[in-house]
């Protein structure tokens, strides 16, 4: 098929914009003194932050600069076609990706949490057959499975290039960022220091996560129907807008059209928000 003369001259001003993009992103990108590459680097360091944690096989910065290339080449698309709503596939690519790794990190340490109490209880098991805890650890290792397996395996490899053991754990703890783990691994050093029977601490401190997660349990069961009824109360008001404004067009019309209909939205959402969040702030029960 033979291409017409406004088709070529389409494609030439696309290769034209792109490369004007491309190398006007590069020139800003590598001027390392400029706020554009100290922001995009230090974006490239959180995301490499996320990425260690979960020992994934990439690094932030590939993730950034994948990120700007489908950015750059759908705001390109976007003008070139005049389809704006490629706009949308800009702006999911830059939240998303963290929002994405945030979330598996979320996920993974609570699935750390979950299985605590059974990596406690092997650890006690193996410090009854062999006093050494690193010994213990690696006897442990074998036997455990999930994400909590990577971070037992990286603390040994610690330990073997020369690190303390206590500093090890206490790397682990920071890794893994999570209240009931960091706990878990204060109860252990302190009876390691202290010369306490470990084994004995670590099934009671096994058996208190245990009746923690329990009464969590028992809380998140309580609390489902409030949670439920919060969020149908919560959209209750739009869903009634939009009804009566389906039912008759005119009948809130003075809210969008008169100074006393402003106040009253105004007012009205003020107050849905403080309904909102004292709803949460009573859901949301710590234990």
Same mark, same amino acid.
């Given at each position: 098929?033979?291409?017409?003369?406004?088709? =070529? $001259?389409?494609?030439?001003? %696309? &290769?034209? !914009? #792109?490369?004007?993009? +491309?190398? @006007?992103?590069?020139?800003?990108?590598?001027?390392?003194?400029?706020?554009?590459?100290?922001?995009?680097?230090?974006?490239?360091?959180?995301?490499?932050?996320?990425?260690?944690?979960?020992?994934?096989?990439?690094?932030?910065?590939?993730?950034?600069?994948?990120?700007?290339?489908?950015?750059?080449?759908?705001?390109?698309?976007?003008?070139?076609?005049?389809?704006?709503?490629?706009?949308?596939?800009?702006?999911?690519?830059?939240?998303?990706?963290?929002?994405?790794?945030?979330?598996?990190?979320?996920?993974?340490?609570?699935?750390?949490?979950?299985?605590?109490?059974?990596? =406690? $209880?092997?650890?006690?098991? %193996? &410090?009854? !057959? #062999?006093?050494?805890? +690193?010994? @213990?650890?690696?006897?442990?290792?074998?036997?455990?499975?999930?994400?909590?397996?990577?971070?037992?395996?990286?603390?040994?490899?610690?330990?073997?290039?020369?690190?303390?053991?206590?500093?090890?754990?206490?790397?682990?703890?920071?890794?893994?960022?999570?209240?009931?783990?960091?706990?878990?691994?204060?109860?252990?050093?302190?009876?390691?220091?202290t010369g306490g029977d470990?084994p004995k601490i670590l099934?009671?401190?096994?058996?208190?996560?245990?009746?923690?997660?329990?009464?969590?349990?028992?809380?998140?069961?309580?609390?489902?129907?409030?949670?439920?009824?919060?969020?149908?109360?919560?959209?209750?008001?739009?869903?009634? !807008?939009?009804?009566?404004?389906?039912?008759?067009?005119?009948?809130?019309?003075?809210?969008?059209?008169?100074?006393?209909?402003?106040?009253?939205?105004?007012?009205?959402?003020?107050?849905?928000?403080?309904?909102?969040?004292?709803?949460?702030?009573?859901?949301?029960?710590?234990?």
């Amino acid at each position: 098929m033979i291409l017409s003369k406004w088709t =070529l $001259v389409g494609w030439l001003a %696309a &290769l034209l !914009v #792109s490369g004007g993009a +491309g190398l @006007a992103i590069y020139t800003v990108v590598t001027d390392t003194e400029g706020p554009a590459y100290k922001a995009f680097m230090a974006y490239a360091e959180d995301l490499e932050r996320l990425v260690r944690l979960m020992y994934m096989p990439t690094t932030g910065l590939k993730i950034a600069l994948q990120q700007l290339a489908v950015i750059v080449g759908s705001i390109v698309f976007a003008l070139l076609s005049g389809e704006t709503i490629v706009m949308l596939v800009a702006v999911a690519a830059a939240i998303l990706p963290k929002i994405v790794l945030e979330d598996k990190l979320n996920k993974r340490r609570r699935s750390i949490d979950d299985v605590l109490d059974t990596f =406690l $209880v092997a650890l006690a098991n %193996a &410090l009854k !057959v #062999s006093p050494s805890l +690193g010994d @213990a650890l690696r006897s442990t290792a074998i036997l455990i499975r999930g994400p909590i397996k990577e971070d037992v395996e990286y603390a040994l490899k610690e330990y073997n290039l020369g690190t303390p053991l206590d500093q090890a754990l206490m790397n682990m703890a920071k890794r893994i960022e999570s209240r009931t783990f960091s706990s878990a691994m204060a109860t252990l050093l302190i009876g390691r220091q202290t010369g306490g029977d470990l084994p004995k601490i670590l099934e009671r401190s096994a058996a208190t996560l245990r009746e923690m997660a329990r009464l969590e349990g028992v809380v998140r069961t309580k609390t489902a129907e409030g949670k439920s009824q919060a969020w149908v109360l919560g959209a209750m008001p739009f869903v009634m !807008v939009i009804v009566l404004q389906s039912m008759d067009p005119m009948w809130l019309k003075p809210l969008w059209t008169s100074f006393i209909g402003y106040v009253v939205v105004i007012v009205a959402g003020i107050l849905w928000a403080f309904a909102i969040l004292a709803a949460r702030k009573i859901l949301n029960v710590d234990i």
